[in-house]
């Protein structure tokens, strides 16, 4: 079959993951790659293998590209205020575009390009690296198969350095739209959606700035679906750690860093403390194959399925934190947009 024509807009640290994962796969072709910054454009090219780079067009233009260059797909790695605008963009030239999240921290802008990626018939997904894991994988089954029974009750926290690992832009509210939440925190609240399947009515969220001109810190109360509570938090100092607990009436499953899981049927559910590690379900063996975002976008493309597209999820999760966020400024709950 022809190779899928890649385009990349943006050539950060972000294109790198990305770029690493193309030059390996022999389905895929980059074909351009456009930043305004001289010397990103020319490590993104030399990521490439040398043989390849002379096909490679390069532009400090984005819309040169995408009216230059024959693609099939785009990949927009732009910060998160140049999303809409960039998406938009390669739609409308009837491209496939992959996104790194989030895709808008706007909810309204959101639906939008959801809705133009249907009217086009073009997939549309969002880089979040945590439901490929094999763990997350496992968890996903777990409540999907209805092992755990009705969802109660969910904790998840996210910590990382982020106040040390994150410069320039991201700690922009004007390019970057927010702090800790909508940055990493992102991943932890599509993962969280993605695994309990909750629709969240109302949010409460707190935020310690901790001296930078967006949140570092943020905690939010959660109220979903028939009046359930959770806890969701983006810690920005610290270790890395992800954290997530969900509690249903059939069962209850830890995982932690994206690895090591508890997981108790409803036979072994009442106990003391302690005494469900030796009823624990979860055998290492069971446990999916781990994908790439970008590798679950190729597959899609190469077979035509449309129906791979995270896109929905995306939009819950941009009406997620603008919630927050209106929270977080009025001191009170905020409702989520239906």
Known sequence: MDKICIGIIGCGLASTWHIDY???????QIVALTDPNKNSLQAALGRIPSDQ???VAQYRNYTDMLKGSKMDAALVLTPHRLHYEH???????NLHVLVEKPLTVSAEQSIELARMAGERRRLLMVAYQYPGRG????VRNAVKSGALGEVLYFNAMLGLHWHKLTKGWRRDPGMAEGGVLVDSGSHLVDLVLHLTG???NEVFAVADRDGQKVDVFTSVIVQFDEGRTGVLSAVGGGPFLLDITIIGTRGAVTMRDLDVITHVDEKDFVGEIGTYHAHNKYSQ?????TTLPVQEFIDALAAGDLSAS??????EVGKFTEAAYRSIESGKPAAVRP
């Open 285 to 289: 063996s069971t446990i999916p194959q």
């Open 53 to 55: 780079r002379a096909a």
């Open 135 to 138: 763990a997350v994988k496992y």
């Open 22 to 28: 193309l030059r390996n796969d022999n389905r895929t």
């Open 198 to 200: 909750a629709k969240v």
């Open 87 to 93: 998406v938009s963009a390669s739609l409308q030239q």
């Open 310 to 315: 995270n896109v929905y999820r995306a939009v």
